[in-house]
T-cell receptor, first 117, second 108 residues
Framework: GAVVSQHPSRVICKSGTSVKIECRSL??????MFWYRQFPKQSLMLMAT?????????EQGVEKDKFLINHASLTLSTLTVTSAHPEDSSFYIC?????????????FGPGTRLTVL | GEDVEQSLFLSVREGDSSVINCTYT??????LYWYKQEPGAGLQLLTY?????DMKQDQRLTVLLNKKDKHLSLRIADTQTGDSAIYFC????????FGTGTLLAVQP
């Protein structure tokens, strides 16, 4: 149990286009999903916290108009990178929060590699 | 804010034990986690420990927590080549704060 999927796994796009990444919890309902960004050989940086049916909470320094997050259901959150530029190239990872015992634990998707040309 | 640090690299021989260390700064962290990341993949939750525990064992994995020194370790017994990956510790406050990651290389 606790499987999280992401689609697509890899995307290459031209500068100026928008890219949508989907994150799904396959076998559980997640009231909270998280979006992270990981640069090569670096740790994960939290971009935003997404709660179903409400606006996402963005971390300091993350542009909410550039990284649009929609959490339309308890099993789906989407991240749209608008007007992508080469500096947006990165590995984007989502996670979904699930109650396990006395704590809610985050389960991570396999990640999406975005390359902007 | 919370700062989580790890050594960058560890190399061991197959069959030996591996010990990956992690330090954190905020003593109010409630849970501490260990995740494994293989190349080009997401993070796999390995185990977690509550802050009022000293030790947790799960098959080949042993987590030790020294709350006084804010030090967390992950011991992998009988390390296999399939254990080669990057290991992240994470501390839980209102959100997860990840360490810098330790690359574990297992030599056959």
């Amino acid at each position: 149990g606790a499987v999280v999927s992401q689609h697509p796994s890899r995307v290459i796009c031209k500068s100026g286009t928008s890219v949508k990444i989907e994150c799904r919890s396959l076998d559980f309902q997640a009231t909270t999903m998280f979006w992270y960004r990981q640069f090569p050989k670096q740790s994960l940086m939290l971009m935003a916290t997404s709660n179903e049916g409400s606006k996402a909470t963005y971390e300091q320094g993350v542009e909410k108009d550039k990284f649009l997050i929609n959490h339309a259901s308890l099993t789906l959150s989407t991240l749209t990178v608008t007007s992508a530029h080469p500096e947006d190239s990165s590995f984007y990872i989502c996670s979904a929060s699930r109650l396990a015992g006395v704590t809610d634990t985050q389960y991570f998707g396999p990640g999406t590699r975005l390359t902007v040309l | 804010g919370e700062d989580v640090e790890q050594s960058l690299f560890l190399s061991v021989r197959e069959g030996d034990s591996s010990v990956i260390n992690c330090t954190y700064t905020d003593s109010s962290s409630t849970y501490l986690y260990w995740y494994k990341q293989e190349p080009g993949a997401g993070l796999q939750l390995l185990t977690y420990i509550f802050s009022n525990m000293d030790m947790k064992q799960d098959q080949r994995l042993t987590v030790l927590l020294n709350k006084k020194d804010k030090h967390l370790s992950l011991r992998i017994a009988d390390t296999q080549t399939g254990d080669s990956a990057i290991y992240f510790c994470a501390a839980r406050l209102d959100k997860l704060i990840f360490g810098t990651g330790t690359l574990l290389a297992v030599q056959p």
